[in-house]
């Protein structure tokens, strides 16, 4: 049985010409004119969505220095961005709201998709709002509960990107999809190498097709590495859905920079996913490229940045014997409190002990207990 879904007014999936999808990111460098540039650069270069991410310093971590929220606090530490807490980095890479209207606006009337990938359910209230078609679950956000969720309760359209999930996470996160109102369903195999040249031998392309035969979804490839060999690639080994960082310029640099596409590399890559231009793929790497199917972390930086997921944590001081509340607890980045799942658990108990603002949420901080693992 052919899988396929619709996106707005596109069918994507089998027999259908690949679904190709410019990233912007942070990588308008805060300038307004630089985001209404790409929307025009991904509409020139033939893509047919460009995505935005909804969220702010504040509704993605919390403003604390505490040691859990700094980049590289270790010195073997590989990840970028080292020294800076999670909420100085979300505040350089956001995209203001007060743009989204106006950049979803022009994409209408150049007649080119524009989505987003929410962070937390404010997010998704706004984009609603905006008349959002679909959305995206980025990889880091997979065990965010809370938010999958509220996406799933709109009915519309989910493209899940799984980066280094476990087969366990995928699964309960497709379960809490589903069971919230989610039908249309896309999973995004996700390399996060996060540099300019893609690390094949942990690519795992393999993977695409095991998504598909697994759990009966569109299967796709979101690329957070440089160049156009490795998306390409991914058509071949079965992705229907492709999406790509774009920049301006990569000179201009940025957190995103190094594995961004600049506008006539995107347009090449189009031509190439979209049937209008050939290419040859070399066969050896492409073998390299696929090896088996993969879930999990593939490499040192992947294990290390598990951390940067979501978990519970304390957003205001609490004292000893006074509820947890939605105000009090939030789920946010990095990882190193109790799972989200736990959420509707611990909203309602008590706080067995005085807890500091920015305090991962612990077992041990609750007056009685919660639900087995």
Known sequence: MAKVIKLGNRMVGDGEPVFVVAEISGNHHQKYAEAEALVRVAKEAGADAIKLQTYTADTITLNSDKEWFRVGADADNPALWKGKTLYQLYQQAYTPWEWQPKLKKLADELGIFLFSSPFDVTAVDFLEKMNAQFYKIASYEVNDFILLKRVAETGKPVIMSIGYASIEDIELALKTLRENGAKDIAILHCITDYKNEADEEHTNLATIQDISKRWGVVAGFSDNSGGVDVPIMAMRAGAAIVEK??????????????????????KELVEILHGKKNYQINEVRYQKALGTPNYGPRNKLEKYNLRWRRSLFVAKDIKKGEKFTPENVRSVRPAFGLHTK????????????DIEFGTPLKKEHIAGSIGAD
């Open 245 to 266: 960082h774009i920049i301006l310029d990569r000179a201009l640099g940025g957190p995103d920079a190094d594995f961004s596409l600049e506008p006539a590399e995107l």
């Open 342 to 353: 736990y959420f509707d658990q611990v909203v309602g108990k008590i706080a067995a002990v």
